[in-house]
């Protein structure tokens, strides 16, 4: 499929983490990104996936490692080992359920308790195609983002729109930030950033989760 790659061809590999409650759509956000699939009967996540694509933006192979995990209490004491190391974030509500929408401000809080100030953050509106069934206006949304200073798009991982769009921006603004580090700093200057040759420990983070998961109850 255009726009993979092998997985060890990349320059810049950037950790993104989905955010927001349970059954907002997360899980098919990612496969519908990163495999083309949507899953009518998709279960709530237990635990914590990853899935990775990589995608040519500028001239560079950007692979991204996007995290997901279940927006349940129960699981909240994991969040330090899933936050690490990500420079971006989306952050998704459903559009025909209010209250996941009132939850953003809360899961953006603990996003910025636990990652970099520069994180590139989008506000997700999933679920546009179901229409007649809307509660939180475009407006709503817009506005929220425009406060709190994030991106905005509204998205179906049903109907497969803006699903695209949204994580390539987050990737682009991800990739502009660190050129832009890169070119006021000298070659250090986007050190923070894992680059090919620097990516961040899978192997420490996943042991890290599969400890708590196995806990948690």
């Known amino acids: 499929m255009a726009g993979y790659r092998a997985d060890d061809d990349y320059d810049y590999l950037f ?14 956000l990612l496969s519908r990104f990163t495999r083309n699939e949507f ?19 500028d001239g560079k192979v950007i692979k991204a490692q996007i995290w997901d995990t279940a ?10 080992a899933y936050y690490r190391g990500a420079v971006g974030a989306l952050l998704v509500y459903d559009v025909t359920r209010h209250a996941t929408f009132e939850n953003a401000a809360r899961w953006l809080k ?19 195609d179901l229409r007649h069934l809307v509660a939180v206006s475009t407006d709503e949304g817009r506005s929220f983002s425009e406060r709190e200073s994030l991106f905005f798009m509204e998205t ?39 680059s ?15 400890k708590v998961r196995c806990c948690s109850n």
């Open 110 to 128: 603990e996003l910025r308790e636990h990652t970099d100030p520069n994180i590139i953050v989008m506000l997700i509106g999933n679920k546009s």
């Open 39 to 57: 899953n009518l009967e998709s279960k709530s996540t237990i635990g914590v996936e990853f899935a990775t694509r990589s995608l040519n933006l």
């Open 156 to 194: 179906s991982a049903l109907e497969a729109t803006n699903v695209e769009q949204a994580f390539t921006e987050v990737l682009t603004q991800i990739h502009r930030m660190v050129s832009k580090k890169a070119v006021e700093a000298g070659d250090g200057g986007a050190s923070a950033i894992p």
């Open 71 to 80: 927006g349940q209490e129960r699981y909240r004491a994991i969040t330090s």
């Open 15 to 28: 950790k993104l983490v989905l955010i927001g409650d349970s059954g907002v759509g997360k899980s098919n």
């Open 196 to 210: 090919k040759g620097e990516s961040i420990d899978i192997k420490e983070e996943a042991s890290a989760w599969k």
